[in-house]
T-cell receptor, first 115, second 115 residues
Framework: SQTIHQWPATLVQPVGSPLSLECTVEGTSNPNLYWYRQAAGRGLQLLFYSVGIGQISSEVPQNLSASRPQDRQFILSSKKLLLSDSGFYLC??????????????FGPGTRLLVL | KQEVTQIPAALSVPEGENLVLNCSFTDSAIYNLQWFRQDPGKGLTSLLLIQSSQREQTSGRLNASLDKSSGRSTLYIAASQPGDSATYLCAVPPKYGGGADGLTFGKGTHLIIQP
């Protein structure tokens, strides 16, 4: 069966510090991968998605970047965190290669607090 | 741009009641619609996915309906239990794209089932 991992689970960082959040998927090949952010009082917002190694699409201009160095690894980064980067970051995957959106499966999330 | 609205934002009912959660979307040309559950501080769990060609989908005590023409979906929960307490989210994929695009979410309905 497929499993999705995220780490760390919780992170407290000062403003201006760098960020690296990691997501890995097990039990599937060539998945589509997604990063979402859930901020207090706001809905889930899609940040990035990837259909393959090195292929990243950005949905929202921001202080963040994403990379996919391996088939089942998705990394969210920032060079200098802002207070507004605080939130709950969720990684998700779907089966790749299809033309229609199928069920998305979500990881446990990383709670980021920028002080 | 697709917008998803969920009503009510919060709901509190006694255990055993049947209840209905509502979701509406502005662009009716959707591939499918998903309902998710989110427990506090956790990731999302997929409950039901309704394809655009379907009108209903059932899983246990949950029944989701889809009316594309009116841009509405409902999630019916029968015989509610305290364990059903959570935030329920609906989401749709974009109309265009290669099938890998992320979902647009509503802000959710926060449900409390009173024992």
């Amino acid at each position: 069966s497929q499993t999705i991992h995220q780490w760390p689970a919780t992170l407290v960082q000062p403003v201006g510090s760098p960020l690296s959040l990691e997501c890995t998927v097990e039990g599937t090949s060539n998945p589509n991968l997604y990063w979402y952010r859930q901020a207090a009082g706001r809905g889930l917002q899609l940040l990035f998605y990837s259909v393959g190694i090195g292929q990243i699409s950005s949905e929202v201009p921001q202080n963040l970047s994403a990379s996919r160095p391996q088939d089942r690894q998705f990394i969210l980064s920032s060079k200098k965190l802002l207070l507004s980067d605080s939130g709950f970051y969720l990684c998700a995957w779907t089966s790749g290669g299809g033309k229609r959106q199928e069920t998305q499966y979500f990881g446990p999330g990383t709670r980021l607090l920028v002080l | 741009k697709q917008e998803v609205t969920q009503i009510p934002a919060a709901l509190s009912v006694p255990e055993g009641e049947n209840l209905v959660l509502n979701c509406s979307f502005t662009d009716s040309a959707i591939y499918n619609l998903q309902w998710f559950r989110q427990d506090p501080g956790k990731g999302l769990t997929s409950l039901l996915l309704i394809q655009s060609s379907q009108r209903e989908q059932t899983s246990g005590r949950l029944n989701a309906s889809l009316d594309k023409s009116s841009g509405r979906s409902t999630l019916y929960i029968a015989a509610s239990q305290p364990g059903d307490s959570a935030t329920y989210l609906c989401a749709v994929p974009p109309k265009y794209g290669g099938g890998a695009d992320g979902l647009t979410f509503g802000k959710g309905t926060h449900l409390i089932i009173q024992p």
